[in-house]
């Protein structure tokens, strides 16, 4: 234990002498380190001084590079116009650049008149040799030379270029003008011509139709009450005010119900309000013959008496053609047709006269009997 006392001092001692030694290198390392933290910070400051000056340089050297190169455009647009206007000069003057910038240049006084308002049209140009105005000379200013310029200008463009042909031109236009003219006169009395027919074709066309609405909402209650007795039908516009897109609606209203909306009846009663409306429209207008296919479906036997009743006042004055699988509906026909099929599927067409005899009647009968087998068919004519 002694000695291992004394190793353990002597290693305590050991580790106190290297604590002592890394503390001393860590405050030198700390100085260097800050040390360094400041050069470095000074070299950042001196790179963004030095990045600073080479931007405001680049700007600069840009600013010079632009401006050169515009005054080289500008030089050669001077060149430019400068060899334009002595082209200008020798082809619509024939006088040299030199002699013309001699005898008329800036350094030369220009002649201006006394009294400007007794110039000619356009304003202070030369005089014309009727005026008797004096004249003196006056030194050449730019700014004012230009504004007489583009006055002249001005004036000249306004007097336009001479067209020997105006005449003609102008008597054709005129011949032109006149035709267009009456051709529009014409168009818009045509227009109002066409705006009356129109206007008497609606008039009569609203006329008609409210003269067959109200026949047939007439004849409708009339049926409607046969049909359905104790109920109350009725037809109604949707539009009274506008009779050319107005629509028509159906009340109807069987015995012992309040509904009057036909898509809450059931499907033998809207068949039903449906013959009422068709034979409303027969009666209310009538036709030579009409064509039902299979109208009384639907119906009941009480309601296939009432609308029997109506088939037979209808054929006083028309001929009705009915198909029909009832066969009271086949009693009262004047005429029938049964369409069979046969064993071998082929069609086969059965006619028979039915007279005001009974046993005309029975011949009824068995001209519909070829129906029992379920695949015939059997229209009757009335």
């Known amino acids: 234990r002694r000695r291992e006392a004394q190793v353990a ?3 305590r001692a050991g580790a106190e002498q290297a604590v002592t030694v890394v503390g001393r290198l860590v405050g030198q390392a700390a100085d260097r380190r800050a040390r360094a933290e400041a050069e470095r910070a000074t070299r950042e400051a001196g790179l963004v001084d030095i990045r600073r000056t080479v931007t405001t340089l680049a700007d600069e050297l840009r600013e010079l590079t632009d401006s050169v190169h515009k005054d080289e455009v500008a030089r050669a647009q001077q ?9 200008r000069a020798l082809d619509e003057l024939g006088i040299e650049p030199d002699v013309l910038v001699e005898e008329y240049g800036p350094h030369q006084p220009v002649p201006v008149l006394d009294q400007p308002a007794a110039a000619g049209p356009t304003g202070d140009e030369a005089p014309t040799p009727d005026d008797r105005h004096e004249h003196h000379s006056v030194p050449y ?3 004012e030379q230009e504004k007489r310029l583009r006055k002249a200008e001005r004036g000249l463009a306004a007097l336009g270029r001479v067209n020997p042909l105006a005449l003609e031109e102008f008597a054709a236009l005129e011949e032109r003008h006149t035709f267009l003219t009456e051709q529009l006169d014409d168009l818009k009395r045509s227009k109002r011509d ?7 074709v609606d008039d ?5 139709f409210a003269e067959a609405f109200e026949d047939t909402a007439r004849e409708f209650v009339g049926v409607f009450s046969r049909l359905f007795p104790g109920g109350e039908g009725r037809l109604l516009l949707t539009d009274p005010d506008d009779m050319l897109t107005t629509g028509i609606e159906v009340e109807a209203r069987p015995p012992g119900k309040k509904i009057k909306r036909l898509s809450l009846l059931s499907g033998g009663e809207r068949s039903l309000v449906a013959v009422a409306l068709l034979v409303a429209i027969f009666k209310a207008r ?8 299979e109208v009384e479906a639907a119906l009941d036997d009480a309601n296939l008496g009432r609308l029997i009743g109506l088939f037979e006042e209808l054929r006083d004055s028309s001929q009705l053609i009915v198909i029909t699988h009832q066969k009271r509906t086949m009693e009262v026909a004047d005429a029938l047709y049964g369409v069979t099929m046969r064993g071998d599927g082929v069609t086969t067409v059965v006619s028979q006269r039915i007279r005001d005899l009974d046993d005309d009647a029975g011949s009824a009968d068995s001209a519909g009997a070829d129906d029992s ?3 015939a068919h059997s229209d009757g004519a009335a």
């Not at 009569?204 to 008609?208: A, D, Y």
């Not at 036709?287 to 296919?293: A, C, G, L, T, V």
């Open 9 to 11: 001092r002597a290693v």
């Open 79 to 87: 060149r430019l116009r400068i060899e334009q206007l002595q082209t």
């Open 141 to 143: 200013v730019r700014d």
């Open 194 to 200: 066409l705006l009356d027919i129109v206007k008497e």
């Open 204 to 208: 009569r066309v609203q006329r008609v």
């Open 286 to 293: 009538p036709s030579p013959f009409y064509i039902m296919d």
């Open 373 to 375: 087998g379920g695949d």
